[in-house]
């Protein structure tokens, strides 16, 4: 697997576009923003992706919310979140491995 300047691995994989393709989708940031209590997970549109986010750890979420909803690289969710760039990619790893079994 190749990695990118900050570290991060890359995917070959399809999976991660089609997430965040969903993730993207029209009015969920919108509930992000104006919602708590991660209210946006019961807005996608695609029933999978819903469960599959239920079973995310709170860490695992608030990764996803800083990198697709408040638009942070790597480097700023491991500053922020205050974790090592090898603990994101283990976080990172489950949640593409939880979120391929039900899509």
């Known amino acids: 697997?190749?990695?990118?300047?900050d570290g991060m691995?890359?995917?070959d994989d399809q999976l991660m576009e089609m997430?965040?393709?969903?993730?993207r989708a029209e009015g969920l940031r919108e509930t992000y923003h104006r919602k708590k209590n991660h209210a946006w997970i019961g807005e996608?549109?695609?029933d999978g992706l819903t469960e599959g986010l239920k079973d995310l750890t709170e860490a695992q979420i608030r990764?996803?919310?800083?990198?697709f909803f408040e638009g942070m690289?790597?480097?700023d969710v491991r500053?922020?979140?205050?974790?090592?760039?090898?603990?994101i990619?283990?976080?990172v790893r489950s949640i593409r491995k939880t979120l391929s079994k039900v899509m």
């Open 19 to 23: 997430a965040e393709g969903i993730l």
């Open 9 to 11: 691995l890359i995917y």
């Open 73 to 75: 690289c790597p480097a």
């Open 89 to 91: 990619r283990i976080e």
């Open 79 to 87: 500053r922020i979140m205050e974790m090592s760039l090898k603990e």
């Open 1 to 5: 697997m190749e990695t990118r300047a």
């Open 63 to 67: 990764i996803i919310e800083l990198v």
């Open 44 to 46: 996608t549109e695609d």
